[in-house]
């Protein structure tokens, strides 16, 4: 017994002994646990690694991802109180990804999102990539039209960098905030060249999705942003970007002019339906009509009569659904060729209406061409 402990003092002795020499030596060349690589390989000045940077640049409309706490109640905050550099300058280590610059674009909370500020950041990337200002653009945004915004975005801009939503579900005040981290993954993912030409992508809680898939699922939980038809993209996995999915072709329409895009309504199925809210939609001229309808997007006939006799007067109809999940096929149920309707196949209600006022603005409202859009990409 007492050999034994003799030997295992020396075996200690000399590891030591080791670990001492080792740490000497590393510290000479710079090498100590947390110096960068380029320390050894890279002894550029800090100015000359900064320029060698990807440009990001982020533009911030408000949400909670700049929400502060309000006193009114348990959890209380108001949306887009905190501005696009203070965002910035709370998440650490940012600046070793990328060489950021930040613009405010509006401060709000995404439910009184608009057309004017869709346009202005349309033309605000648009402007950054044509004249070479940035490689890629992050957008902090709120999360309840986060998937509306997104969508449009990737319908109207000519590009094939990267741009990546991203939002947070606990304001930045708040315990336990989850928008520092997602406004650091979002950058990194941003930034990687695997999410060139990819589209429009939404970046929140490690998980990377399209445009066209993505949807908000829950009401407060960190991980409502899902793609429940189509799959997420990809995950932001301890640091790692990874991409699940091939690049998918894209689809394009021309942005208008100037806002607001043509008038489209949501009409919401249920239960002991009339035709009343249909026949409210006609009198208000509005230019096309989704039904989110019950099931593969069906309705009742009475509604469904209404919904007829709107598309006979050039009114574009789209039928999508309530349900979360599933795809609205042609001619199932429904007789859509008959009637003269378009099924809005994987988007939901909210971004079917976007596709619908961008091909109406851009003079396709035949049923058959509709559809053709609808079918683009899938």
Not at 153 to 170: A, H, Q, W
Not at 176 to 202: E, F, H, K, M
Not at 224 to 233: A, D, E, F, K, Y
Not at 349 to 373: H, M, S, Y
């Amino acid at each position: 017994m007492m050999t034994i402990t003799f030997l295992s003092s020396t075996i200690r002795k000399s590891l030591v002994q080791k670990l001492r020499t080792a740490v000497v030596a590393s510290l000479a060349v710079g090498l100590v646990v947390g110096a960068p690589v380029y320390a050894q390989e890279n002894p550029m000045n800090t100015s000359t690694q900064k320029a060698a940077l990807p440009r990001v640049l982020l533009l911030a409309t408000g949400g909670t991802i700049a929400g502060s706490a309000d006193s009114r109640g348990s959890g209380a905050y108001n949306a887009g109180a905190i501005g696009a550099q203070q965002l910035i300058s709370s998440v650490a280590g940012l600046g070793e990804l990328a060489s950021l610059s930040a613009e405010q674009v509006a401060s709000i909370g995404s439910q009184d999102m608009t057309d004017d500020v869709w346009f202005k950041l349309a033309h605000r990337i648009q402007e950054a990539f044509d004249k070479h200002e940035a490689d890629s653009v992050v957008i902090t945004h709120g999360t309840d039209t986060m998937e509306e915004t997104a969508y449009f975005l990737s319908l109207v801009l000519k590009t094939d960098k990267p741009v990546v939503l991203v939002g947070s579900m606990r304001p930045a005040t708040a315990l336990g905030a989850d928008g520092p981290a997602n406004i650091y993954q979002a950058v990194q993912v941003a930034v990687d060249r695997q999410s060139i030409g990819r589209g429009v992508l939404v970046v929140m809680n490690d998980q990377i999705d399209s445009a066209r898939g993505v949807t908000k699922t829950h009401s407060t939980s960190v991980q409502t942003m899902q793609s429940p038809n189509l799959g997420s993209q990809g995950y932001v996995d301890l640091g790692h970007v990874r991409f699940l999915q091939p690049v998918q072709p894209s689809q394009l329409l021309t942005l208008p002019k100037a806002a607001p895009l043509p008038r489209v309504e949501i009409i919401y199925s249920h239960s002991n339906m009339d035709a009343s809210q249909i026949e409210h939609a006609i009198a208000d001229k509005a230019k096309g009509i989704i039904l989110a309808g019950m099931g593969d997007g069906n309705t009742s006939k009475a509604a469904l009569a209404a919904l007829e006799k709107a598309a006979s007067q050039g009114i574009v109809v789209v039928r999508s659904t309530r349900v979360s999940k599933g795809y609205v096929n042609r001619d199932v149920e429904v007789d859509d060729s008959k009637s003269g309707f378009v099924a809005s196949m994987d988007l939901n209600p909210q971004k079917a209406r976007v596709l619908t006022q961008l091909l109406i603005a851009n003079g396709i409202t035949d049923p058959v061409k509709v559809q053709e859009a609808f079918l683009n990409g899938h």
